[in-house]
């Protein structure tokens, strides 16, 4: 998926309409008119021709950010779907706690779909009458998965979210590297120098890279920042010296920056109160991989779930209810039907907070907030409160509009901000891919995932032929 693209024709929560399938994806140009790859609900309903084999035998999914997994949403079911055990738990936990129109990632469900009621009506199908899994297969590390006429190795790499990889491919005639995206920097930073050994090993005649980073001239505010352990180090007096609400903003599935904020949390004493979908996610992790991760589970110390809430408010501790002009206490489990399914489970947990726990001993707590979530502000009614951004700086009209956003929340509460963002990028340098695809040594680069490409031509120097990609109209 281009965001670029996307931004193009929709802001904010405007999005191609889905009562039209394919139409506007390909009208726009968000998606390529290709043969055999596309569901056939869609095809069918915009009157499109649905092929009976499909035209791959497979897709290689190198992790669940959204530019990578969002379209998968419109690839037929018959097409198996390769990727890290991580990625596959992402995409469960995306698909139970989504709410969006395009996110059939773990779960396909039939769409425009109909039959005949029993009164001669038409009505369209719904629930387990449409809903079928896709056919995920979990890659082990570097371990041989013969894919077609493809023989392919998953190679994990450090990211910013569990889960990412690199892929080794070959045939009788070509071998052929995916960089997927990736850094040298994060706490899995050995993932990344592992790959590149294999790779090196591996002789590549071509070499597919990412180069997010390359050309990138723009320093971040806080650029002494070069990984994640320097965030930890560096906001410690900034939250070990304050008296109140510690309130930060970091990416839902960034982990690795979980780990930095719930290490600080310890250090200085808090509680890092997480939302329902991060705790879920890190439930889903820890249960599927029994030998432990670097990730916290949810019993550890000095980290919570914080229990916003919904629908009619109802909360458990201290509830009323106006029923026939009278306010009363509801059952015991009316709030419990307030949440989702997913969501039930933690509102009995011990490490279970509300914005009552919060707002009576606000220097007890780090919150996890976001544009989507500042609401709760006005639940806890904070008294001192101190904000730190730990997500990515704004880079486009849209990012600058939602920084906007975050301000005015911060303003209308009196919130201290810090002059600049703590935050490392989870991708590598220019400096660093350049030193890395030298290393790795193909034949041949085709630079992909960069506004830059034109940067990688420095390597035809070093005897390796550059190949700018071009999109066919």
């Not at 390909?26 to 998606?31: F, Q, R, W």
């Not at 806080?222 to 903003?249: H, Q, R």
């Amino acid at each position: 998926m281009s965001f670029s693209k996307a931004g193009e024709f929709f802001i904010d929560f405007g999005n191609p309409r889905k009562g039209n399938g394919l139409g506007d994806f390909i009208e726009l140009g968000l998606l390529p008119d290709v043969k055999g790859i596309y569901r056939e609900d869609y095809l069918r309903h915009n009157g499109l021709n649905f092929e009976e084999k499909a035209a791959v035998d497979g897709l290689l999914l190198s992790h669940a950010h959204a530019d990578h997994v969002n379209y998968v949403n419109f690839l037929r079911n018959d097409i198996p779907l390769y990727m890290s055990l991580n990625s596959k738990i992402i995409l469960e936990v995306l698909d139970a706690t989504g709410t969006g129109s395009f996110t059939d990632y773990y779960t396909y469900r039939r769409q425009f779909e109909y039959y005949l009621t029993k009164q001669k009506n038409i009505s369209r199908k719904k629930g387990d009458k449409i809903t079928e899994p896709r056919d995920i297969r979990i890659m082990d590390p570097y371990v041989i998965e013969t894919i077609g006429n493809l023989d392919v190795q998953l190679a994990p790499v450090d990211h910013s979210l569990p889960g990412a990889a690199a892929f080794l491919i070959e045939d009788n005639t070509e071998r052929v590297i995916y960089s997927g995206d990736l850094r040298f920097h994060g706490r899995n930073a050995q993932l990344t120098h592992d790959f590149v050994k294999h790779a090196k090993k591996f002789n590549p005649t071509v070499m597919l890279c990412e180069g997010t980073n390359m050309g990138n001239t723009k320093k971040p505010q806080n650029f002494n920042l070069k990984c994640e352990e320097d965030i930890e180090e560096t906001a410690y007096d900034l939250i070990n010296d304050y008296n109140g609400l510690l309130v930060v903003n970091f990416p839902i599935r960034d982990l690795d920056r979980l780990v930095t904020f719930h290490n600080l949390a310890k250090s200085t004493d808090r509680t890092l109160l997480i939302n329902l979908k991060q705790a879920y996610m890190l439930n889903r992790i820890e249960a599927e991989n029994p030998d432990g991760t670097i990730y916290p589970t949810l019993s550890e110390p000095n980290l919570g779930v914080y229990i916003p809430r919904r629908k009619d408010g109802l909360l458990s501790s201290n509830s009323y209810i106006n029923f026939e002009d009278e306010w009363i206490k509801p059952s015991d489990d009316l709030h419990v039907k307030e949440y989702e399914k997913w969501q039930k489970e933690f509102l009995e947990y011990d490490n279970a907070y509300t914005f009552e726990d919060v707002s009576e001993n606000e220097n007890q707590y780090i919150i996890r907030l976001d544009n989507y979530s500042f609401a709760e502000l006005i639940d806890i009614k904070p008294a001192n409160a101190r904000y730190i951004h730990s997500a990515t700086e704004p880079f486009s009209t849209e990012m600058e509009l939602d920084f906007e956003v975050t301000m005015n929340w911060l303003h209308h509460f009196n919130i201290d901000t810090t002059e600049s963002a703590y935050h490392v990028s989870g991708h590598a340098t220019g400096e660093q891919l350049l030193e890395m695809i030298r290393e790795i040594e193909p034949d041949v680069l085709y630079p992909i995932h960069t506004e830059n490409p034109s940067e990688y031509d420095v390597l035809m120097d070093d005897g390796i032929t550059v190949i700018h990609p071009v999109l066919k109209s």
